[in-house]
């Protein structure tokens, strides 16, 4: 569902799906798969060797994490 506001990642007023702007929810989506790709291959990586297999900072990692997008 979408609706306009603040996107929470980068501060753009914006239609908002998730709140995130359509840039960084496009993001935030390759980055899931990233994620998700090296935890098919390396199943007991950690959030250190998740950042370090896939560029994405850990506190990215560490945020799909907690919003549950990885499980």
């Known amino acids: 569902m ?15 799906m998730h709140d995130l702007c359509n840039e ?3 993001i935030e989506q390759n ?9 098919f291959k390396y199943p007991n990586s950690n959030a250190i060797d998740l950042s370090i297999k896939t560029g994405i900072s850990i506190d990215g990692i560490t ?4 919003k549950g997008t990885l499980i």
């Open 31 to 39: 980055n899931i798969k990233a994620v998700k790709k090296v935890l």
């Open 63 to 66: 945020r799909l994490i907690k």
């Open 2 to 16: 979408k609706r306009n506001g603040l996107c929470v990642h980068c501060g753009k007023i914006d239609q908002l």
């Open 24 to 26: 960084c929810y496009e």
